[in-house]
């Protein structure tokens, strides 16, 4: 499987952007498409989830209200719609494919096969 992500970019406080992540090859029905961040000098945070199958969601709290999940599955790409940016937002968002599993597993990352690149969010205040 190939993740490839975009749609990164310098936005105000309070816009929005959209991120895109394509997926390529064959993916087990059981895997979640999982979107990450890494902001300097802090840790991973998983941000957003969603099922093969487009079924199930996952959000941090941090992000819940504001960001959307969703797959289109004519094409396999999963997007992450974010509203409402904070300068806290800021980060590389990377997307990844891991097993569906409890959000404190997914985490850790521990199953992650498949990272697509980053993709540099940047919000000003």
């Known amino acids: 499987v190939q993740l490839q992500a975009c749609g990164g970019g310098l936005v105000q406080s309070g816009g929005s952007l959209r991120l895109s992540c394509e997926a390529s090859?064959?993916?087990?029905?059981?895997?979640?498409i999982t979107w990450f961040r890494r902001a300097p000098g802090k840790e991973r945070e998983l941000v957003a989830a969603i099922s093969w199958s487009g079924g199930r969601t996952y959000y941090a709290d941090s992000v819940k209200g504001r960001f959307t999940i969703s797959k289109d599955n004519a094409d396999n790409t999963i997007y992450l719609q974010m509203n409402a940016l904070k300068p806290e937002d800021s980060a590389v968002y990377h997307c990844?494919?891991?097993?569906?599993?409890?959000?404190?597993?997914?985490?850790?990352?521990?199953?992650?096969?498949?990272w697509g690149q980053g993709t540099q969010v940047t919000v000003s205040s």
């Open positions: 090859g064959r993916t087990s029905r059981g895997y979640a």
């Open positions: 990844a494919a891991q097993p569906w599993a409890t959000a404190q597993a997914m985490e850790r990352a521990s199953g992650v096969r498949y």
